[in-house]
């Protein structure tokens, strides 16, 4: 242990000024999608699981720190690797878990699978998954804010794969020319699929794009939650009260390959050891350890917690019958 | 009655639906200031203000994006495309998003809200500014699809589309704006789904709508004069697709053509020629033929235009060949 903490990079500010409920609250959240993913690897391995299923894992700090930024009514719109967001909302893990089997009981009933998370109650308003094709929605969603002056702001995530893509371009276009309140977040996690940054953008700073919408922008590598929180909270606030978009770039990395059919061995060894030596989530728990003196008992006693109530979703979910035959005509069209 | 231009009753329609409901929002390309590229929206800016009709950059996919997302919140926006053609480049968000949102979300969210704008061939615009998007559309589960011809249907569906829950594809015609007919001094509206026999007749059944109802109704004159009695049924909605209306129709008359601005391979009038065999087999008396575009890109020269596009002439050849004669 002593030999390794010396290789550690050291705890963040965002990390010691944390109060120790919030240090412990963030770290459960995180350790919850972290479990509740590694419960769909499995569940996919066994069969129960099938179509394309993108984990979270690593970059569970954007999704807590998100949603600590929010306020109630406003609204989440990410990509298809949308679990952690689901989670960090509220929604139920069973539910969502369910939805992974194509279950009755799922999130949305069955019919949306991994990539199209959606709850609405929850401020999770998708789930989308051609890419970039959600970004003129989220402005839709910010514009009719504005429009009904309800003070609620969107956050969309993309990835930055989408960068390039048209819709992404005309999405930010007008969310600047009409002054929406939105917040438009890289999730930069270095690779689109198979593919580095460097093979896939002209510039490497996404944020740099930002002047040419009129939008602030905001830049930076995810070190924990806490960060998270507080930067985007700069922007959901200049969104509420200004009603200005914001382009915030988060450099951060998924530690699974992209989806389930992509064991990532376009990475180096040396490369995925220097992004798991600082994971947002075991700073966390260090920052628990070392600043606060918790015990890796009680920790342990979180984690164990945790897995039973991942693995009691699990069998729950597990448990909700396929959605009847006739289900498949429901919602074509809304009948008056 | 009131004698008014398609362009005037669309406008009519846009502005009493949107004193009905302040949700209610026009979108697009000029919309605004110029009052849109064929003027279907005089006078709204004015009297709406920029909040509700509001002038985009060009950028189809953004602004149709944004109407979806606007209506899943619960606003009403009609977005104008300048011409359908343009849609090709917002068709991601239409199919995807606009006709997706209820069934993918398990009915959480649905997307209230018309898209509408000139469609199909207008005069020597050449192949990319001359293309029917009818087939495209009707093709897609979640969507509805009106096509209309006349001022009357056109107010009376338009202010149904903007009420209707639902997304729904709005054809016009660049070359109909013009077009006067009477409409009712009074509110009205025309269900979305209902066909409209334009021409009652015995002898056989003519399916049109959108711009060739005209060319149908003027092969049904021609086919007065050789004595056959032609019943044209405008279609109006492509989806819901009235099959009652038309099936009543094939049973009393017993023969059918299509007239279709449209290609030939798989499409719309395909459809009705497919599900006509279906349903009404034993009733027919000859096989059920189409008149439509020739299977090429739209040429720019008239006389090039012309021979690709269906005449009356070609359509009134179809009734004689379905009815034995000439
Ligand atoms: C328009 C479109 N093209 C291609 C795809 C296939 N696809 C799915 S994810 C992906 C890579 C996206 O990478 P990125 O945006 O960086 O997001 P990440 O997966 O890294 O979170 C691709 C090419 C798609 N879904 N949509
Ligand atoms: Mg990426």
């Given amino acids: ?336 | 009655m009131a004698v008014l231009q398609i362009r005037e009753a669309i406008r009519d329609a846009m502005r009493e639906e949107m004193l009905r409901d302040d949700r209610v929002f026009l979108m697009g390309e000029e919309v605004g200031h110029y009052e849109g590229a064929y003027k279907c929206s005089q006078g709204l800016l004015k009297e709406f203000g920029e909040k509700r009709v509001i002038d985009t950059p060009i950028t189809e996919t953004g602004f149709a994006g944004v109407g979806i997302g606007a209506a899943m919140c619960g606003l009403r926006p009609i977005i104008e495309f300048m011409t359908f053609n343009f849609s090709a480049v917002a068709f991601d968000q239409i199919i995807n998003n606009a006709a997706k949102i209820h069934h993918m979300t398990g009915g959480q969210f649905h997307a209230p809200m018309v898209f509408r704008g000139p469609n199909a061939a207008a005069h020597m615009l050449g192949s990319t500014h001359s293309q029917a998007f009818d087939t495209f559309y009707a093709h897609i589960p979640g969507l509805k699809v009106v096509s209309v011809a006349t001022p009357k249907d056109a107010k009376g569906l338009l202010k149904a589309a903007i009420r209707d829950p639902n997304p729904v594809i709005f054809f016009e015609s660049e070359v109909q704006y013009g077009v006067k007919g009477e409409v009712p001094e009074d509110e009205y509206l025309i269900e979305l789904g209902v066909a409209d026999t334009k021409r009652e007749g015995a002898d056989v059944t003519l399916l049109c709508w959108g711009q060739s109802v005209a060319i149908a109704l003027a092969a049904a004159e021609l086919a007065q004069e050789k004595g056959l009695d032609v019943e044209v049924i405008d279609l109006r909605s492509l989806r819901p697709l009235d099959e009652q209306t038309i099936f009543d129709s094939v049973r009393k008359t017993n023969r059918a053509v299509v007239v279709e601005h449209g290609w030939p391979y798989g499409g719309v009038g395909s459809h009705l020629i497919a599900r006509i065999q279906e349903e009404c087999f034993d009733a027919l008396d000859a096989p059920v033929l189409k008149v439509c575009y020739e299977d090429l890109p739209m040429s720019y020269a008239e006389n090039l235009e012309h021979l690709t596009i269906p005449q009356p002439s070609q359509v009134l050849e179809a009734l004689e060949e379905v009815s034995y004669r000439g």
Wanted: glycine share 12%; aromatic share 8%.
């Fill in chain 1, 1 to 336: 242990m002593d030999g390794q903490t010396r290789d550690l990079p050291p705890l963040t500010e965002g990390l010691k000024a944390a109060s120790q409920d919030e240090l412990a609250h963030a770290f459960k959240e995180m350790l919850r999608i972290r479990r509740f993913e590694e419960n769909a690897t499995r569940a996919y391995t066994r069969g129960k699981i099938s179509g394309f299923l993108h984990l979270y894992i690593g970059q569970e700090a954007i999704a807590i720190g998100t949603n600590l930024a929010m306020r109630e009514g406003d609204r989440i719109v990410a990509t298809y690797r949308d679990h952690g967001f689901a989670l960090a909302q509220g929604c139920d893990a069973t539910a969502c878990m369910a939805e992974l089997f194509g279950r009755s009981g799922g999130l949305v009933g069955g019919v949306g699978g991994s990539m199209h998370f959606f709850d609405r109650d929850k401020g999770m308003w998708g789930g989308y998954a051609i890419i970039g094709n959600h970004v003129p929605l989220a402005a839709g969603h910010a514009f009719a804010a504005k429009y009904l002056s309800d003070g609620k702001v969107t956050i969309c995530f993309l990835g930055d794969g989408a960068v390039g893509i048209g819709p992404t371009h005309e999405g930010m276009t007008l969310a600047g020319l009409w002054g929406l309140p939105v917040v438009f977040v890289v999730e930069n996690n270095r690779y689109s699929m198979g593919t580095p940054l460097g093979r896939t953008l002209p510039v490497e700073d996404i944020t740099l794009r930002a002047q040419g919408y009129g939008m602030e922008s905001d830049r930076f590598e995810v070190t924990d939650p806490f960060q998270v929180r507080d930067r985007l909270k700069v922007a959901v606030d200049r969104a509420r009260e200004e009603s200005k978009p914001t382009l915030i770039e988060l450099l951060t990395y998924r530690f699974r390959g992209h989806s389930m059919s992509d064991p990532g061995k376009y990475r180096t060894k040396a490369e995925l050891d220097g992004f798991r030596n600082r994971d947002p989530m075991e700073m966390t728990r260090r920052a628990l350890m070392e600043l606060h003196g918790v015990s890796e008992d009680a920790l342990e006693a979180v984690d164990e917690a945790i897995i039973e109530e991942m693995d009691v979703a699990m069998a729950s979910a597990d448990a909700s019958p396929q959605p009847v035959p006739e289900h498949r005509f429901k919602n074509v069209y809304v009948e008056e």
